[in-house]
């Protein structure tokens, strides 16, 4: 029997908590007190790309302040509508290994499943702000032919989650899908690529817990968080919930201009992971997508932040910088 953590407050259900995202960057920028002078371009690259935050993330951004490091990753931008050569719809070449709806296998041993189109929030950076979901939104038939792929390839060991946010989808599905994953032999893990815990903490509660953990597989969850102040006392808590069952945390962060793009602020970020349980896995050079090219970082500067983290902290918190390059084996290490 795995013992948890009981909540010392009552959160939102999640549920509530996910029907009730600011959708309309008008109410976005009054409650955060912005600048009225950018609101069109934010009403326009928004028609091409939703805006969408949680409450519980938009606590944490600072009034007035067009730099905050949360605000800026998903405030709408006039110059995300701006074409530039080189920043492409699918810069990671994801159409081209997807073998069966929902499920994409570019790397061996490890398969990533789409298991929901939508997420929580919507940042701006996304690689899939233009991925197709709809093709890849796939029904229980369609589930099955995902599982019978898996099943059919005895390299497979681990099963990866993925979106959108996984953690979008009902917990019933969920229980569902793991259920049938759970009885393939060869699968050893479950991994489980999130940032609901981040953005919608009380998405980690009792029935999530039970299928993430209720099968013979090691289960994995890896984050995806980019700056320290992401990291508050409800993160922290989901997070502890996440450990006490006996699931591995780790995070992932995506190096972005004007949020992370800095020694201190990385250090910081590696510091508050560790402190709250979290171990730091990959900082992802930017995918080259369309609309994201102002928070581009140049392999010189991401190779002069890798080496000066490396000489202020401990090896363990110093994460793989890496990038993807479409038709790679595995991500490639700068
Ligand atoms: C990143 C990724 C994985 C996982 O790679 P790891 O190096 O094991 O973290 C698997 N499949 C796809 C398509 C990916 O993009
Ligand atoms: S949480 Fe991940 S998949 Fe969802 S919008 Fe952000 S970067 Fe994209």
Redesign the pocket.
Known sequence: MITRTVPTWQYPRWQDELADLIRDPRELFELLDLDPSLLPDAVKASADFDLKVPRAFARRMQKGNLRDPLLMQVLPLGEELDAHPGFLEDPVG?LQSNPVPGL?H??QG?V?LVVAGNCAVNCRYCFRRHFPYQANNPDRKQWQQAIDYIAADTSISEV?YSGGDPLALADKQLAWITRAIDGIAHVKRLRIHTRLPVVAPSRIDEQCLTWMTDHRMQTVVVLHINHAQEIDEEVRHSVAQLKAAGITVLNQTVLLRGVNDQVSTLTELSEALFKAGVLPYYLHLLDKVKGARHFDVSVEQAKMLQESLQNCLPGYLVPKFVQ?IAAKP??VPL
């Open positions: 994801d994409i570019k790397y490890r990533l990866i993807e595995s991500k």
